[in-house]
C-alpha cells in the first residue's frame, strides 16, 4: 500500500451493543473495497475481521481487529470492537484513536445498555460519533422507533437523520439521501450496487419532513448562513454540507444513517459520508504528554514536520508471529529500522518491518505517517499503553485506565507439565488483555485468575489450551477467613524429652490478649532476671508466628493478637532453640483455646452504579447479603450506591447485578477490613474446614 497524507486518512471505529452487526459492516466494507472477494459472514464462521475460534464459534467479537483498505482516494483504517459486556474495556481503549466513531444500533431493538457504554466512551474522548441504525430488512425493525430510543436514552437532541429508509423488514429495498434529494434503491444480490431514482411516492411526506429538519440544524451552525436561510434565500447543497461537516467536527450534530450490513444495502454510502464529513486525524491540530522524568507538560503538534510519537493502543500475542504491537502515530513518520524510545519504559527499540493488517492477514507498509495506524512486530518490552518516540525529543502519553476485576476463579492446572507452563504462558495472554488478573493468595495457596465476567474467564481457559497447550480447571475460589480472639487467656507450654543422650527441654509461660482490629500481630519479651535465656527469646517468637498460620477453628491465620512471654524456665544442658519453638507453639494454642476464639471473614467496600429504577431491588439484594449501606448518591440518571459486603457473599455478583438492571449496572470493588463472622455462619464454615481437612488426610 503507498503512502498517503494525513488528510486522506480517516481512522474510524464500529461501537455497539453485542449483536448490532458492527462486524458484518466491517465485512461488506472490506467487500465493497476490494480487499475479499466475498461477503463475509459471521454466521457462517467466513468473517475477516471475527478470526480467533472462539469468535467463530460463539459469533461474537472478542478482541478488537483492524482492517486497512482503501475507498476511492482515501485510505481507512477501521477497527471493529468487541460489545458484549465482557469485552467492552477492549473498545474503550480503541476510542482513544479514531477520529469517527460509527456508533451501531439495532433497527429492531434500538439503544441497548452497551450502547450507552460506548455512547460515554465518544464523549470522554471528544471524538466525532456517526449513528448507523442497522438490520432494517428483519422483522419487527422501524428506523423511526429507533431514531426516538436515540433521543430517549441520551437526553440530546443533536440526532440528524440524513437518510431515510426507503420500505420496512421484507420490503426495505434502499434510501433516500436527504442532502441530495435522491433514492438509491439496491439489488438484491448483496453486491452493493444501486440505481438512482425519484423518491417513490410513499416516502415523500417523510423526506420533506426530516429534509427542513436536516437544513435547520446545519444552517444552526453558521450565524450567517442562517439569517440568509430565515430571510428566505436559497441555502445551495454545497453550503450546507459545509455547515453539516462543522457542526460535525465541533460535536453539534450526530449525524443518523441506515440500512442492512448482511444485504450490503447503504454500507457505500456509508463509507462516502465518512470520507467526506469525518475529519482527518489531524483535525485536533495538537496533543499534550509530559516529560517522563521531570513531569513537565509537553506539547507535540500533530504534523508530520514534528519529531516522531506515537501511542500503542492494542498488543496482539500470537505463538508463532509472536508480539505485535498496534500504535497510533501523533506526529512525524515511522520507517523500518529506526531506533525509537520506549518513554514509558525509559528503553529503547529497533523498528522491524511496519506493515498493516486486514484482519490477521499482514500488509507491509512503506512507513507510518502522522495520523495513521499501523503496526510493527517483535518489539523487546513494549505493551499496550506505552509511548513510542524520537529519543532526541521525548513524550510521554497518559497510559490507559484498566477497570478492576469482577470475577475471580482458583486455577488448578491438570498436569505437572501445565503447572510449569502456565505463569508464562497466562502472562502472554495478559500482554494482550489487560483486564486479565493473576496472582497466587499466600494464605490460600490457591492460584486466582480474575477478569470481567464468566465468559471473559471461559475465553482465557479455552485461549490457554488452544494456543499454549495449557489445560486447568477452575473453583470458585476460596475465602481467606482468619482467626482473632475476643479474650484474654495465660497458659504453660512445656516440652521435655529424653531418648537417650542429650534431650530437649523448653518451659514457656505466654499471655495472649487482642488487638484492635487491623493490627496484626505484636510479640512482647517480659522475662526478667534470665529464667530464659535471651538467645532463646527469638526461638519462643518463631515458634508463636508457626503456630499461628493455623488457627485451632478451622485451621485459617490467626491475626490481631498480642502475645507476652512472662515466664519460664531452661535446662543448661537439654535446652535448645528447637525446644523451645515447640514449647511456645503449644502455649500459644493452650491459650487460643481459653481466650473466646472467633471467626473473621473479609469486608469487601463496593460502588455500585445502577439506573435510579433498579435502585430498590439491589439495594434489597445487598441486605440480603450482610450488606451494609453506606449511602447513595446521584450521578446523572444514575445512583451510586456505597457499601461494605463479605467477601463470602459477593464472589459470583457481576451476573446477578447484570440480572437485576438489565445489564445497566456495573460495581467496582476492594478489600476493606476483616470483621467477625455472626455464629451460625462460623460454625457452618468451620465444619466444612474440617471435613475438608479429613478428605486431604
Given at each position: 500500500?503507498k503512502?498517503?497524507?494525513p488528510?486522506l486518512i480517516r481512522?474510524v471505529?464500529l461501537?455497539?451493543?453485542?449483536g ?6 466491517a465485512?461488506?466494507m472490506?467487500f465493497?473495497?476490494g480487499?475479499?472477494?466475498r ?11 471475527d478470526?480467533e475460534?472462539?469468535?467463530?464459534e460463539?459469533?461474537?467479537?472478542i478482541?478488537s481487529s483492524l ?10 483504517n477501521l ?6 459486556d465482557n469485552?467492552?474495556?477492549?473498545a474503550?481503549f ?6 469517527c466513531a460509527?456508533?451501531v444500533i439495532?433497527g429492531?431493538d434500538g439503544?441497548k445498555?452497551?450502547?450507552?457504554k460506548?455512547?460515554n466512551f ?6 466525532p460519533?456517526?449513528v448507523?441504525?442497522?438490520k ?8 423511526y422507533?429507533a431514531?426516538?430510543?436515540l433521543?430517549e436514552n441520551f437526553?440530546e437532541?443533536n440526532?440528524?437523520p440524513?437518510q431515510?429508509?426507503?420500505g420496512?423488514e421484507?420490503n426495505?429495498k434502499?434510501?433516500?439521501d436527504l442532502?441530495?434529494?435522491k ?6 444480490d448483496?453486491s ?5 431514482t425519484q423518491?417513490?411516492?410513499e416516502?415523500?411526506?417523510n423526506?420533506e419532513t426530516y429534509r427542513e ?5 446545519a444552517v ?6 442562517m ?8 441555502i445551495?447543497t454545497s453550503?450546507?454540507?459545509g ?7 465541533e460535536?453539534k450534530?450526530v ?15 456509508l463509507l462516502?459520508?465518512v470520507v467526506?464529513?469525518y475529519?482527518?486525524p489531524?483535525f485536533r491540530?495538537e496533543i499534550y504528554?509530559?516529560d517522563?522524568?521531570?513531569?513537565e507538560?509537553?506539547k507535540r503538534?500533530i ?5 516522531f510519537s506515537s501511542?500503542?493502543f492494542?498488543?496482539i500475542s ?8 498496534l500504535?497510533?502515530v501523533?506526529s512525524g513518520?515511522l520507517y ?8 514509558t519504559k525509559?528503553e529503547k527499540e529497533?523498528i522491524?518491518?511496519v506493515?498493516y493488517l486486514v484482519?490477521k492477514?499482514?500488509?507491509p507498509a512503506?512507513?507510518a505517517?502522522?495520523?495513521d495506524i499501523?503496526?510493527?512486530a517483535k518489539l523487546?518490552n513494549?505493551g499496550?499503553?506505552d509511548?513510542?518516540c524520537?529519543e532526541?525529543?521525548?513524550i510521554r ?9 469482577l470475577m ?6 491438570k498436569?505437572k ?6 505463569n ?14 493473576y496472582a497466587?493468595?499466600e ?11 464468566q465468559v471473559h474467564?471461559?475465553v482465557?481457559?479455552e ?14 475460589p476460596?475465602?481467606?477467613y482468619?482467626e482473632?480472639?475476643?479474650g484474654t ?7 521435655k524429652?529424653?531418648?537417650g543422650?542429650r ?5 514457656t509461660w505466654?499471655e495472649?490478649s ?12 517480659k522475662i526478667?532476671?534470665g529464667?530464659i535465656?535471651?538467645?532463646y527469646?527469638p526461638a519462643v517468637e ?8 493455623q ?5 485459617y491465620?490467626?491475626?490481631d493478637v498480642k502475645?507476652t512471654l512472662?515466664?519460664?524456665s ?8 528447637m525446644?523451645?519453638?515447640?514449647a511456645?507453639?503449644?502455649g500459644?494454642?493452650k491459650?487460643?483455646?481459653m481466650a473466646n476464639?472467633v471467626?473473621?471473614?473479609?469486608i469487601m467496600?463496593m ?10 431491588d439491589?439495594?434489597?439484594?445487598l441486605n440480603s447479603?450482610r450488606?451494609k449501606?453506606?449511602?447513595?448518591e ?7 450506591i456505597k ?8 464472589l459470583?455478583?457481576?451476573p446477578?447485578?447484570?440480572s ?6 456495573t460495581?467496582?470493588?476492594e478489600?476493606s ?16 474446614a474440617k471435613?475438608e481437612?479429613?478428605?486431604?488426610k
Amino acid at each position: 500500500m503507498k503512502k498517503y497524507e494525513p488528510e486522506l486518512i480517516r481512522n474510524v471505529g464500529l461501537f455497539s451493543h453485542g449483536g448490532d452487526g458492527k462486524t458484518s459492516i466491517a465485512e461488506a466494507m472490506l467487500f465493497l473495497s476490494g480487499e475479499n472477494n466475498r461477503l463475509g459472514r459471521v454466521d457462517d464462521g467466513t468473517s475477516i475481521m471475527d478470526y480467533e475460534p472462539e469468535e467463530i464459534e460463539r459469533k461474537i467479537t472478542i478482541s478488537s481487529s483492524l482492517a486497512v483498505f482503501e475507498w476511492k482516494k482515501y485510505k481507512i483504517n477501521l477497527i471493529d470492537t468487541p460489545g458484549d459486556d465482557n469485552f467492552i474495556s477492549d473498545a474503550r481503549f480503541c476510542m482513544r484513536v479514531v477520529d469517527c466513531a460509527v456508533v451501531v444500533i439495532s433497527g429492531i431493538d434500538g439503544v441497548k445498555v452497551q450502547t450507552e457504554k460506548v455512547w460515554n466512551f465518544a464523549k470522554e474522548n471528544q471524538t466525532p460519533v456517526l449513528v448507523f441504525i442497522n438490520k432494517l430488512d428483519r422483522e419487527r425493525s422501524d428506523f423511526y422507533r429507533a431514531l426516538e430510543s436515540l433521543k430517549e436514552n441520551f437526553g440530546e437532541s443533536n440526532f440528524l437523520p440524513v437518510q431515510i429508509p426507503i420500505g420496512a423488514e421484507d420490503n426495505f429495498k434502499g434510501i433516500v439521501d436527504l442532502l441530495n434529494g435522491k433514492a438509491l434503491v439496491y439489488s438484491d444480490d448483496s453486491s452493493g450496487n444501486f440505481e438512482e431514482t425519484q423518491i417513490p411516492e410513499e416516502v415523500k411526506t417523510n423526506f420533506e419532513t426530516y429534509r427542513e429538519k436536516l437544513m435547520e440544524a446545519a444552517v444552526e451552525v453558521d450565524d450567517e448562513i442562517m439569517e440568509r436561510y430565515l430571510n428566505g434565500e436559497t441555502i445551495e447543497t454545497s453550503q450546507i454540507e459545509g455547515c453539516l461537516k462543522k457542526g460535525i467536527w465541533e460535536g453539534k450534530i450526530v449525524p443518523v444513517l441506515c440500512g442492512s450490513a448482511t444485504r450490503n444495502i447503504g454500507i457505500n454510502n456509508l463509507l462516502d459520508f465518512v470520507v467526506k464529513f469525518y475529519p482527518p486525524p489531524t483535525f485536533r491540530k495538537e496533543i499534550y504528554g509530559y516529560d517522563g522524568k521531570t513531569g513537565e507538560k509537553v506539547k507535540r503538534v500533530i504534523s508530520s514536520q514534528e519529531p516522531f510519537s506515537s501511542y500503542v493502543f492494542k498488543t496482539i500475542s500470537d505463538p508463532f508471529a509472536g508480539r505485535l504491537n498496534l500504535f497510533k502515530v501523533y506526529s512525524g513518520e515511522l520507517y523500518p529500522d529506526m531506533t525509537v524510545l520506549n518513554s514509558t519504559k525509559d528503553e529503547k527499540e529497533k523498528i522491524g518491518q511496519v506493515f498493516y493488517l486486514v484482519g490477521k492477514k499482514q500488509k507491509p507498509a512503506p512507513c507510518a505517517v502522522t495520523g495513521d495506524i499501523a503496526v510493527v512486530a517483535k518489539l523487546k518490552n513494549v505493551g499496550t499503553g506505552d509511548t513510542l518516540c524520537d529519543e532526541r525529543y521525548p513524550i510521554r502519553y497518559e497510559g490507559i485506565k484498566v477497570p478492576p476485576p469482577l470475577m475471580s476463579f482458583s486455577l488448578r492446572p491438570k498436569t505437572k507439565g501445565d503447572e510449569d507452563k502456565l505463569n508464562s504462558s497466562l502472562a502472554k495472554l495478559m500482554e494482550e488483555d489487560l483486564t486479565i488478573r493473576y496472582a497466587r493468595d499466600e494464605q490460600t495457596k490457591e492460584f486466582i485468575l480474575s477478569g470481567m465476567g464468566q465468559v471473559h474467564i471461559e475465553v482465557i481457559v479455552e485461549r490457554l489450551k488452544r494456543k499454549f497447550g495449557v489445560e486447568v480447571e477452575l473453583k470458585e475460589p476460596k475465602v481467606p477467613y482468619k482467626e482473632t480472639i475476643k479474650g484474654t487467656a495465660k497458659a504453660q507450654g512445656k516440652y521435655k524429652r529424653q531418648s537417650g543422650g542429650r534431650g530437649q527441654y523448653g518451659d514457656t509461660w505466654l499471655e495472649i490478649s487482642p488487638l484492635p482490629r487491623g493490627e496484626g500481630f505484636v510479640f512482647e519479651d517480659k522475662i526478667v532476671g534470665g529464667v530464659i535465656p535471651k538467645q532463646y527469646i527469638p526461638a519462643v517468637e518463631k515458634g508463636v508466628v508457626e503456630a499461628m498460620q493455623q488457627g485451632i477453628l478451622a485451621g485459617y491465620p490467626v491475626t490481631d493478637v498480642k502475645v507476652t512471654l512472662y515466664d519460664g524456665s531452661y535446662h543448661e544442658v537439654d535446652s535448645s532453640e528447637m525446644a523451645f519453638k515447640i514449647a511456645a507453639s503449644m502455649g500459644f494454642k493452650k491459650c487460643m483455646e481459653m481466650a473466646n476464639p472467633v471467626l473473621l471473614e473479609p469486608i469487601m467496600k463496593m460502588e455500585i452504579i445502577v439506573p435510579e429504577e433498579n435502585m430498590g431491588d439491589v439495594m434489597g439484594d445487598l441486605n440480603s447479603r450482610r450488606g451494609k449501606i453506606l449511602g447513595v448518591e446521584a450521578k446523572g440518571n444514575n445512583q451510586i450506591i456505597k457499601a461494605y459486603v463479605p467477601m463470602a457473599e459477593i464472589l459470583k455478583y457481576a451476573p446477578d447485578l447484570r440480572s437485576m438492571t438489565g445489564g445497566r449496572g456495573t460495581f467496582t470493588m476492594e478489600f476493606s477490613h476483616y470483621e467477625e463472622v455472626p455464629g451460625h455462619i462460623a460454625q457452618k464454615i468451620i465444619e466444612n474446614a474440617k471435613k475438608e481437612r479429613e478428605q486431604e488426610k
